[in-house]
């Protein structure tokens, strides 16, 4: 029996010597730690990605709209030459690689004021949704105020974006550029 108290004594210490150098051991630790940072981490890397193609996508809409408004401006449009759906394919052209969805995705409203006073910038959305009716293409003449107004749909995919910028009921963020001018005396 002495011997069995020996061995099980001899055992429990060898046990927890190895016990307590487990514990010390640090060799897996900065794998375990980046197992838990791991999501977080590629969720915040790609939120950032998709941020950067928001912005991208926001400037193209920016530069399409002006060099479109322009062409009203100086009079190249008219109500003769030019109607709302080629005037939205104008804007695609210029959007570049977001081209090919642009159509489907671009909402564009041309009103024409009597001052700037009365301009009303608020966008058509009401409950998550486009009111188609408050889209006009009215191009002014010589001299008369006008407001280009455009609106681009965006599906984002991450769900830290997608939960603080969605505008839509479908989850879409809305991309809106304004742009106001008297035109020139054509």
Known sequence: MFNAVRRY???LTAARRRASAGLRDRKG???VEFALIAGPLILLIFGCLELALFIIVSVLLD???????REIRMGILTGENSDATSFRQQICDNMGWVAATCMNDLQID???FDNFTGVDLTPPIVEGEFEEAN?????GGSSSIQLVSA?????L???ILSSGMATLSNGDAVLTTQVIFRNEPF
């Open 63 to 69: 530069n399409a709209t002006q060099a479109a408004a």
């Open 9 to 11: 004594r001899t055992w």
């Open 157 to 159: 995919i991450t769900p």
């Open 29 to 31: 630790s900065a794998a």
């Open 135 to 139: 889209f006009s293409y009215d191009l």
């Open 151 to 155: 609106y681009y749909s965006y599906s």
């Open 110 to 112: 041309v009103e024409t």
